[in-house]
């Protein structure tokens, strides 16, 4: 009924071009992103992937997109203009995606990385818990967002040198109610992945609080 409500007082749109469109992208513009998608999915070869991380935490790795030309704009646009409906736009991409959609099976809990209430109070919204929620609403798979909780303030990692983005997020992040993820396989979802800083840091404390596997799922990488 909620849903219908606000279908009717904001009639989906395509994230893109604007035009109504009830999946949140119309046709035309899937074809403009699809040039980006890369959907690697990297198990065995994490180190020769992932060159900057000394110790990797996660056991897998999967990114839809190259982050570059529109799919940066995009992001962007999501994460520093006030476009939550874009939300459903990329919840539409990461449901739709078919190899997404066998990683999801073989996995029993998403959680997306937090944001410091400071942060998230001035933007009104969390960027990746809103896809998450609608990816709970609509896969087959369970969300929990009372695993991961931020613990300090940080700064944004793009502004740091890589030295600078581990300092940063040490300690930044704490893990609460650890039964909910004890012997289960984790996805770790985060919009950008640059580094990997941040998603390592958190697979940290997710396998000492009992995490059987990670997988870390983006949108897009640098
Ligand atoms: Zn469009």
Redesign the pocket.
């Known amino acids: 009924m909620l849903e219908f409500v606000l279908n009717f007082l904001f009639p989906p749109v395509?994230g893109?071009?604007?035009?109504k469109?009830k999946n949140w992208?119309?046709e035309?513009?899937k074809t403009k992103l699809e040039k980006f998608e890369k959907n690697k999915y990297i198990k065995n070869e994490l180190k020769k992937n992932c060159t900057n991380l000394e110790h990797i935490f996660f056991d897998e790795f999967f990114y839809i997109f190259e982050y570059k030309k529109i799919i940066r704009k995009l992001i962007l646009r999501y994460n520093f203009v006030e476009k939550p409906y874009l939300s459903n736009m990329f919840a539409g991409i990461i449901l739709n995606n078919k190899k997404v959609e066998t990683i999801l099976k073989s996995y029993d809990i998403i959680v997306s990385v937090p944001m410091d209430s400071k942060k998230k109070n001035e933007r009104g919204y969390n960027q990746t818990e809103l896809i998450t929620n609608i990816i709970l609403k609509k896969g087959n798979i369970l969300v929990e967002n009372r695993v991961l909780y931020k613990n300090k303030y940080t700064k944004t990692q793009s502004t740091l040198s890589l030295d600078e983005r581990y300092e940063n997020i040490k300690n930044a992040f704490l893990v609460k109610n650890a039964e909910k993820i004890k012997n289960k396989k984790v996805i770790v979802f985060d919009d950008i992945y640059t580094t990997g800083a941040t998603v390592n840091e958190i697979s940290k404390l997710l396998k000492k609080a009992g995490a059987q596997k990670i997988l870390v799922l983006v949108i897009a990488r640098v």
């Open positions: 395509c893109i071009c604007g035009k469109n992208i119309c035309k513009c």
